[in-house]
């Protein structure tokens, strides 16, 4: 696969530490929420894929429908609830992801269908691909 585009970014202390890019775009204070005994002071991994994941499907339903001609307008809005705990298997942590897609305009039927081809073209779909619990909701 050619490479269009590497970020780049360190972490320093875990989940109460540091997180930032070799740009100096992204340089944040992270910690645990409170719901895992943290302080919550900062954000945390869970967030930032959150972000990632609604940003980079948003852009994969404009892509789909640009194939389509179909017009997204600028309200649509991707919205991603990461869920993390522990493994029913008892081995560590695991993640769900939960997307609400909001197309106003675009009738339920076509919306779906655009959000189902979506999930082929995300690369963050594809990555979590049989790997997590991902549902998808129309809202």
């Avoid at 050619?2 to 340089?27: E, V």
């Avoid at 990632?52 to 499907?57: I, K, L, Q, R, T």
């Avoid at 909001?102 to 082929?120: N, Q």
């Amino acid at each position: 696969m050619p490479i269009a585009y590497t970020a780049h970014a360190t972490s320093t202390g875990g989940r109460d530490g540091r997180g930032k890019t070799n740009d100096g775009k992204l340089d944040l204070a992270l910690s645990l929420p409170t719901e895992m005994g943290g302080d919550n002071k900062g954000t945390n991994p869970e967030q930032l894929f959150a972000v990632g994941y609604s940003a980079c499907y948003l852009g994969a339903i404009k892509f789909v429908a640009g194939k389509e001609n179909v017009t997204i307008g600028p309200d649509a809005a991707v919205t991603a609830h990461v869920g993390v705990g522990p493994r029913e298997d008892g081995g560590g942590f695991g993640l769900e992801v939960a997307i609400d897609v909001s197309l106003p305009g675009i009738d339920k039927a076509k919306a779906e269908d655009i959000a189902a081809k979506a999930h082929v073209v995300c690369p963050y779909s594809h990555a979590t691909k049989g790997n997590i619990k991902v549902t998808t909701n129309i809202v």
